[in-house]
T-cell receptor, first 114, second 110 residues
Framework: DTAVSQTPKYLVTQMGNDKSIKCEQN?????MYWYKQDSKKFLKIMFS???????INETVPNRFSPKSPDKAHLNLHINSLELGDSAVYFC?????????????FGQGTRLTVV | QKEVEQDPGPLSVPEGAIVSLNCTYS??????FMWYRQYSRKGPELLMY????GNKEDGRFTAQVDKSSKYISLFIRDSQPSDSATYLC??????????FGKGTTLSVSS
């Protein structure tokens, strides 16, 4: 069973479109994240949710809106896509947010905006 | 200065070489230091973590932390082609998300 699963795995879309990425974890964790990885492999935190509540919202354009319908799901909706949004988006989960807990990552969603 | 700095490489070594990967950080509050490994087109996976200063060994891998210098290292002995991946250091404080270094891409040739 996949612990953290994201859909879709690949997404190619035109500028200006709106798209969503879905994430589900079956580990029973209470904290979930969205990270963005650019072409140089830099992994940057975007959002963090704990028990369905937004905890961290880094400097991310308002066009990005996360939604957590329950503890096991964290979706990312992106409005008015821009070329610079092209990247790999990773969902991750952890149990709590203590320093020593392992984060489990999904396989990533490769978004290409053309 | 960024919170976590890591030389992105790339780093190419022959099979059997000893590899040294390093990160520096600026936040003295960090206590747990992790190394994640990411294979091409996959998500990162935890390789090992170390608490505070000292060494930790796991098979061919050794993680070292020097808190006085704010410097962490990952050593890979007898490197294998299967070790070819991107290695990311990560750390955080309680209540915050993991902060990653830029990742070092390693290629081990047979």
């Amino acid at each position: 069973d996949t612990a953290v699963s994201q859909t879709p795995k690949y997404l190619v879309t035109q500028m200006g479109n709106d798209k969503s990425i879905k994430c589900e974890q079956n580990l029973g964790h209470d904290t979930m994240y969205w990270y963005k990885q650019d072409s140089k492999k830099f992994l940057k935190i975007m959002f963090s949710y704990n028990n369905k509540e937004l905890i961290i919202n880094e400097t991310v354009p308002n066009r990005f809106s996360p939604k957590s319908p329950d503890k096991a799901h964290l979706n990312l909706h992106i409005n008015s896509l821009e070329l610079g949004d092209s990247a790999v988006y990773f969902c991750a989960s952890r149990q709590g947010d203590r320093e020593n807990t392992e984060a489990f990552f999904g396989q990533g969603t490769r978004l290409t905006v053309v | 200065q960024k919170e976590v700095e890591q030389d992105p490489g790339p780093l190419s070594v022959p099979e059997g070489a000893i590899v040294s990967l390093n990160c520096t950080y600026s936040n003295s509050a960090f206590q747990y230091f992790m190394w994640y490994r990411q294979y091409s087109r996959k998500g990162p996976e935890l390789l090992m973590y170390t608490y505070s200063s000292g060494n930790k060994e796991d098979g061919r891998f050794t993680a070292q932390v020097d808190k006085s210098s704010k410097y962490i290292s990952l050593f890979i002995r007898d490197s294998q082609p299967s070790d070819s991946a991107t290695y990311l250091c990560a750390m955080n404080q309680a209540g915050t998300a993991l902060i990653f270094g830029k990742g070092t891409t390693l290629s081990v040739s047979s």
